[in-house]
């Protein structure tokens, strides 16, 4: 199993950027994905993910994205995507995808023990 992240850049304060991160060596549809951030001298946070509900796959957010990000998933392209917008310089962080541990769980993991495989990460850093 292998995630393959990029997209991360240096960008000024208010700026938009979209990483992407491609699931290679399981059935990307059954799985839920996430994303999660590392700040310089800070633990591994949760930042998004996005389920795989039967209903339709449901997002879901920590308080301090939400309405400035975006997480959606290409299932044709075993892809997730975070579109990151109105950017600020404490999103300044190493930027990780992740592949739930347990496949066709219709519910919305947030911790890291919940996800066995990483990205390798891509860098955002924002100026202020």
């Known amino acids: 199993v292998q995630l393959q992240a990029s997209g991360g850049g240096l960008v000024q304060a208010g700026d938009s950027l979209r990483l992407s991160c491609k699931l290679s060596?399981?059935?990307?549809?059954?799985?839920?994905m996430g994303w999660f951030r590392q700040a310089p001298g800070k633990g591994r946070e949760f930042v998004a993910n996005?389920?795989?509900?039967?209903?339709?796959?449901?997002?879901y957010y920590a308080d301090f994205v939400k309405g400035r990000f975006t997480i959606f998933r290409d299932n044709a392209n075993d892809t997730v995507y975070l579109q990151m917008n109105s950017l600020k310089p404490e999103d300044t962080a190493v930027y990780y995808c992740?592949?739930?541990?347990?496949?066709?769980?219709?519910?919305?993991?947030?911790?890291?023990?919940?996800?066995?495989?990483w990205g390798q990460g891509t860098l955002v850093t924002v100026s202020s």
């Open positions: 996005m389920n795989i509900s039967p209903n339709g796959a449901t997002p």
């Open positions: 992740a592949v739930d541990r347990t496949s066709s769980r219709h519910y919305s993991p947030r911790r890291i023990y919940e996800y066995d495989y």
């Open positions: 060596g399981r059935t990307f549809s059954s799985y839920a």
